[in-house]
């Protein structure tokens, strides 16, 4: 799997927002913005989270993964969102339950299968307690982005127009 957007206009540090809706409302306008997702995206991005919760209860630094259907996506992506103060988020498997989000890794796909690896990386990521609160607490978008290119071990492109 290569060719992930993924720079630092994606990288949204010390994000502002009260509710899951308002982060992944912030988070899809960027992407939006950025030509990386049809305008559809926000509503299915948030659709789908009422459907399918992503948060995950990881320790200390909770994360979610919200993403959508490939028909909203014009070009892979990964957005990541550090909140400034932890949001709620449901619980995979456990709707009913939340979680206080700190980090949100949205996922713009182009291809189903291309979630899957893509995932089964992020994983490994949300097991590392120290590269999570490191994430969590870094002020330096191109630290935080080379961290995660380091970690998630993909071709990146990035820094150009992408429409």
Known sequence: MSNIYFDESIILLDLKADTKDAVLTAMGKNLVELGL??????????????EFATGLPTGS???AIPHTDV????????SL????NPVAFGVMGEP????PVKLVFMLAMDKAHSQLSLLQRLMQIFQDQETLKYIANEENKGNVKALLESKLDFAFEGGENCE
Do not use: C, P, Q, Y
Request: no cysteine.
């Open 61 to 63: 630094v909770s994360v």
């Open 81 to 84: 969102g550090v909140l400034k």
């Open 37 to 50: 997702v049809k305008e559809s995206f926000i509503d299915a991005v948030i659709a789908r989270e009422e």
């Open 71 to 78: 028909e909203h996506v014009k070009k892979r992506a990964i």
């Open 96 to 99: 009913e339950e939340t979680t």
